[in-house]
């Protein structure tokens, strides 16, 4: 390449924004450079500014929001002198964004046809060519009948093709930088691989420099040349994407890369590792490195100086010992317990349980015929993608739903009525959950104490002295103070508040503890923490829990047996890592493929066809045979499919021949 | 971030509130004619029930601010004691519409179903009809008193409250804490009063509020068209009622100073509703 | 218990005799219950039932009346939609700023103060100092249509003031979440022009709302319409239903009542198609 000049320039970037007439810095001080052509990754937790980068680098910040220093040059034209004609001309034909949610990306009441013709318009295109101009850009995203969808309304497209139509609007004027803020972030895993190949590919054939923002290290690392590492608003680490997922040289990223549960590491062996403390408030003046108060490194000279940004060999750290953040301290379990989960005792049995909504041509049925056992002090992990029934099994375990007639729930050998009212005390305080948003799950006008107490004095029947000894040893097993007891959920950070969440349902001392993506709306650093939290208190209680997430790698961390849904339906169910490593189900394969992990991406991913069918029109014979790239013609689409037992424990519904099962390659 | 809002409690909110002119403007109207209501009587120039037929309808001057009206009685010391039935008459059934009304949402919104679909349909028959329609036909059965007038409007306003308190509630119904507290098996009571409840006040308020002034809105209304507040009350309404006849002959001061009293009443009740409204949605 | 009727009719001076005798002759001395039942069944074939007051047939006056009023409806209708959807549009655009703030709380105070209160100030103002315009809405006969239309313009402005704030509210609220949304940014980064932002991608999300706001403020309008035809003489539907209630004349009452019950339902459904019609997530169901 002959042209030299960045598609894209912070130069020492300083932003702030006005909050009841307090200026409160987001960026400071941020430098970085892509190159035409090159995917550069940002990578951070919520609060690091990631975004606020983002939209700068479309100065299309809040009305509240200003740079306050440095500058942002697109193909060498400082953006923050252009008059408001040339900033237009500027986002017709230089820069373009794709952020997430597309559905409120696109115009509701517009057709995708009229809204991606505009950007043709405003490109001078001849109105005579926008139609077939459209039609060429919706095919180049790989939609596969440009013409019907240029006539639907966004609604009637699925997440993916939303964004598809985003990416296309974006692509169409062949932008020099086009910013992508958490493009797959709230996708499925299937459909996030599919958007993210067709980014890929995309990147092949266009020229075009990408800014990659994510808090999820695995698609950085997936897509990008190189990556900047931003905390609390100062870019800490910036280095090829191998260099830093290999060997980084900042405390922050090398711990934000040993809290992410990886292949291979389950919570027999070692507790994740975590980040201790907080963000920095915005606003607060730090007189040293800006992470030095959760550095495990730090020393004296951090807490009084700001390190300055060093490069070396294109690998930059702002920090005064970037040699050490290899050597962080590795916390070790003391004496790894193995676990025995096989031979226990079967807690709670789950036998032709289904659920349908709706009556007549409305009926759906969420679940069909699970049938699972849980034993004593194992965690079962269920994984699937949304609309597979997950929730709704948690529901119904709980006694929140009705199942079907026919269903047979049984607790500890004794059968389980279908309703919570309908419950003994004791299955009811025996049968718990986890909610995955702790905002939802504790009522904001309650104290933490109160809703502690309520819950022990209803489930445990514990009254005063009594009580409050439960308080305050529950209170300090989720590494909570009495000041927190205090407190209202508004007053707590999001990991604080999913500990009261924990807290809670341990009151009663259940036996089956349901955790519903328990970690998901947390940042990694804070999802250690937790992970760890839950894994201890299985050890101490022998609580059985079934976990419930999208994060392949928590499952894994976590469960001792998985089970893989479609459409309310089991399809795999089976030791961890056997399911892991196959031979398994193609879907538990497609699954498994299509998350990203780091270290894993050049993997090979097996790509399904079609979209996810809805329960309301649940496929014949075996669910999975619209999608299955193995499906077997004129077998699949006809009858059910057997079960395969692998193994003892390791059972698989599918046509095709055990040898012929996938494998992880 | 957490412990920036965590200061914001009660207190919090009214210090901002404060800050809000317009909602300052309303605190200090409705507080006047409270104190009007209150104290009036012990404070007026002149007795606002005294016929005094040889100076009837003599324009402001020193000696009567506001002139008088008909009868001669001081319209000056009529409109500052006219605050008073209407002060207890709206205040009464929007407290009593709100109750009722929060009840009735309360229910309709947590057990849903049916219960919900029945009284869905009562609510909306009701609010089918315009307040001062529904308050003819029921005060020309009942026959008209203030006692009557505050049943008519709590039961013609509880639907907008209910409808109201329905919508917080179903919102509130899809949190988790609502399951977890099924799941530590609470009573309804419980969840309805203490968990939900709580949560569901500030909609709860600023309605109420918005009420209060449609109160005095139809309470000064009905009384114009003669089914509300009845003579010899120095009411707004009332005295309009009986003095409009008489703009054509110029004067003027006989309505305009009643007119003037309900429009600031009303303006300062809205803007007080129209600043918590404003806090809820910063 | 709906009161003596034959004597509300006859006055208190009436002989007892003839009063009783009034009472069975229109059988309100039947019992209440009966009463209704019997008008009811009246009423969902047609017949609307003699009027206590006029002892004839209901329906004629109801007729006049609704026509009479669905003039005056309709020219503070013509007025106000517009003007408060362009309040308060122009407040959306500069929300925050003092143009805003005062349109905000000049409409709110317009919303609030109470019909006849504005009216008399109205009839104080221009049609007794200046003179400009009749302070009574009725015309004479066989007036045309200008003529009319000046007669009802003074009656109307209560009617617009009432509803203005109502509907630039909605207005405004409609226009700040369209102007907050993902799509609003998605046309400004694609190198819209502000005016074509609005034009195209703004305003239709943000008008769709204040439509079914509109059609319920009908009702709010045929309240505010008792107060206005008393006010300016005008033999509407508000006037005929307050003449009912004074003379206990319960048929005319009911009919009038339950003509606005259908009224209203009517609009609603009129404002819920054209909803649907405007929108494509209603027109086209879910995804496919």
Known sequence: MTDTTPALQFENLSVAYRVKGVSRPVLAGVSLEIRKGEAYGLVGESGCGKSTAAFAALRYLPRNGAVTAGRILIDGQDIGQMAPPALRQLRRQSVAMVYQDPGKALNPSLTIGRQVQEVFELAGVPRADWAARTVEILAKVQISDPQLVMGRYPHQLSGGMQQRVAIAMAIASNPTLLVLDEPTTGLDATVEAEVLDLIQHLRRELSTAILFISHNLAVIARMCDRVGVLYAGRLVEEAPTAQIFNAPQHPYTAGLLSCLPQAGRSKDQAPLATIPGFLPVPGEVISGCVFAARCAVADDLCRSTEPAFRVADGHASKCHYPERAGALPVVAKAGATLRMAEQAAAILQIENLSKSFGDGDQRQRVLRDIGIELRKGETLGLVGESGSGKTTLARCLLGLLQPDMGSELKFAGEPLAGRTAARTRDQVKSIQIVFQNPDSALNRSHTVRRMLERTISLLVGLKGAAREARVQALTQGVRLTERHLASMPRQLSGGLKQRVAIARAFASDPQVLICDEPTSALDVSVQAAILNLLADLQAETQVSYILISHDLGVVRYLSDRIAVMYLGQVLEIGPAETVFSGPHHPYTAALLSSAPAIGDEGAERVKLVGALPTTAQRPTGCVFHTRCPQSIPGLCGSKAPPQIVLEAGHVIECHLPADALPVRG | ?282 | ?288
């Open chain 3, 1 to 288: 218990m709906p009161g003596n009727v034959g004597r509300a009719m006859l006055g208190p001076f009436a002989d007892q005799a003839a009063v009783d005798v009034l009472n069975h002759e229109m059988g309100t001395d039947r019992p209440v219950l009966v009463q209704y039942a019997d008008w009811i069944s009246g009423f969902v074939t047609g017949d609307m039932g003699m009027s206590y007051a006029y002892r004839s047939p209901v329906a004629p006056f109801l007729g006049t009346a609704l026509l009479n009023s669905a003039k005056l409806a309709a020219v503070a209708f013509v007025l106000v939609v517009p003007l408060g959807i362009f309040g308060g549009v122009i407040a959306a655009l500069y929300r925050g700023r003092p143009t805003d703030r005062i349109l905000s709380v000049v409409g709110l105070s317009a919303t609030v103060v109470p019909e006849f209160v504005s009216g008399i100030l109205l009839i104080l103002i221009f049609g007794v100092w200046l003179r400009w315009f009749p302070i009574s809405a009725t015309w004479a006969d066989g007036a045309g249509p200008l003529t009319q239309l000046y007669h009802l313009i003074l009656p109307a402005i209560p009617l617009v003031l009432i509803l203005f704030g109502y509907i630039a509210r909605m207005a405004r609220a409609g226009m700040i979440e369209a102007l907050d949304a993902d799509y609003t940014r998605t046309a400004v980064l694609k190198g819209l022009s502000y005016p074509q932002v609005i034009w195209r991608h703004v305003l239709r999300n943000a008008l769709l709302p204040t439509i079914s706001v509109i059609a319920t403020q009908t009702v709010y309008l045929i309240g505010g319409l008792v107060v206005i035809e008393i006010l300016f003489h005008y033999q509407g539907i508000g006037s005929l239903i307050y003449t009912a209630a004074k003379k206990k004349d319960f048929p005319m009452l009911q009919a009038g009542v339950m003509s606005i019950g259908a009224l209203f339902a009517l609009t609603t459904l009129l404002a819920d198609l054209l909803y649907a019609r405007l929108n494509p997530r209603i027109r086209f169901g879910g995804q496919e």
């Open chain 2, 1 to 282: 971030m957490n412990t920036q809002t965590a200061a914001a409690g009660w207190r919090g909110d009214l210090r901002r509130l404060s800050r809000s002119a317009s909602f300052d403007i309303g605190v200090v109207i409705v507080l006047f004619w409270v104190a009007c209501a209150l104290f009036g009587p012990h404070l007026v120039p002149y007795d606002p029930f005294a016929d005094d037929l040889l100076n009837s309808l003599m324009p402001p001057s020193f000696a009567h601010w506001f002139g008088t009206d008909q009868l001669g009685r001081d319209v000056f010391s009529r409109v500052i004691v006219g605050a008073r039935d209407i002060l207890t008459v709206a205040p009464i059934a929007t407290v009593l519409s709100t109750i009722l009304g929060t009840a009735l949402g309360l229910t309709m919104g947590y057990f849903g179903g049916v219960i919900d679909e029945a009284l869905s349909r009562i609510v909306d028959a009701v609010l089918a009809l315009p307040t001062v329609i529904v308050a003819l036909l029921a005060l020309t059965a009942l026959g008209t008193s203030n006692i009557t007038v505050m049943v008519v409007i709590a039961f013609s306003f509880a639907p907008v409250i209910a409808r109201t308190v329905r919508s917080a509630v179903l919102a509130e119904r899809g949190f988790d804490y609502v399951a977890a507290a099924e799941l530590r098996r609470e009573n309804t009571f419980y969840i309805l009063f203490i968990e939900i409840l709580p949560n569901v006040l500030p909609p709860i308020l600023v309605e109420a509020t918005v009420r209060l002034g449609y109160a005095i809105f139809t309470v000064a209304t009905l009384s114009f068209i003669g089914f509300g507040i009845q003579p010899p009350s120095p009411d707004w309404g009332l005295s309009i009622s009986s003095n409009y006849g008489l703009i054509g002959g110029g004067f003027w001061w006989t309505v305009v100073f009643d007119g003037a009293a309900i429009a600031s009443l009303i303006i300062g009740i809205n803007l007080i509703a129209d600043g918590i409204e404003g806090l809820r949605h910063d």
